[in-house]
């Protein structure tokens, strides 16, 4: 997968820049930056994806391009079914021309242009946050000729495969678009693993055409003192398929 420096409709690249004052190479950048390594075991951080020079440049100096661009790369390199334990390492380089991301599977691709968004400023994030619905939207909502990065070099892979997050929708129902909010904010933060709470004494908040009285019965309760209100919601069959196709991406 790879974006080039053609864009497309109004994108416009982002553009690196260096943090400190005075100019240098990409080697004195890196020490000023610095590595932030992940806590993982020396057998993640040997196998961990490298930059290659080839793309990159060696270090002190400077790669001509003709804009600068997100480079991404997908080597497919998955192991195993289970997608808990593939590789999710990256390696992300931020350089005055171009940054470069590459990563052995889908994951790791996906975590570093989280990365990559992390370094942004708030403003970025507040304007650019849409649903996503593929790496490339991800990658397309980056881009801005008003936003600027530092010159980085970023080794990161997870300290831990399941990493996950709880939402308890069974005793407070909330909408489809709030939960797609919600794993859109752990996708943000890294976090793999949804635990949609949709059953418990308080309610049944999902649709089951065969036992219609599940959902009937089981998600209405009486007013909360006070209020004079019902309180009911459930998720139909349909909005259930809706969120399981929308999570992987």
Not at 20 to 37: I, L, P, V, Y
Not at 98 to 116: D, E, M, N
Request: hydrophobic share 25%.
């Amino acid at each position: 997968m790879q974006r080039g420096g053609e864009q497309d409709g109004d994108g416009q690249p982002v553009t690196p820049t260096d943090t400190d004052k005075d100019s240098g190479t990409d080697q004195d950048n890196e020490a000023k930056e610095g590595h932030r390594d992940a806590r993982n075991s020396d057998k993640q951080n040997k196998d961990s994806p490298k930059p290659d020079d080839e793309d990159t440049g060696a270090a002190g100096q400077e790669t001509k391009a003709k804009h600068p661009y997100v480079h991404t790369y997908d080597h497919n390199h998955t192991t195993g079914p289970d997608r808990l334990i593939r590789d999710e390492s990256y390696v992300l380089k931020a350089t005055s021309t171009k940054i470069v991301l590459t990563a052995p599977t889908p994951s790791g691709l996906f975590y570093g242009i989280q990365t990559l968004r992390q370094l942004l400023p708030v403003s970025a994030l507040e304007t650019t946050y849409a649903h996503r619905t593929s790496i490339d939207d991800s990658v397309n909502a980056i881009s801005s000729p008003d936003y600027a990065i530092p010159c980085v070099i970023i080794r990161d892979a997870p300290a831990f495969h399941y990493r996950g997050a709880h939402l308890d929708v069974a005793r407070h129902m909330t909408d489809v678009p709030n939960i797609k909010r919600f794993i859109d904010l752990m996708a943000f933060h890294k976090l793999n693993v949804l635990h949609l709470q949709l059953t418990d004494d308080q309610g049944w908040r999902f649709e089951v055409k065969s036992h219609p009285k599940l959902h009937q019965i089981g998600a209405v309760r009486n007013e909360t003192e006070g209020d004079g209100k019902r309180y009911d919601g459930y998720l139909t069959q349909e909005e259930c398929k809706d969120l399981c196709t929308y999570s992987p991406k």
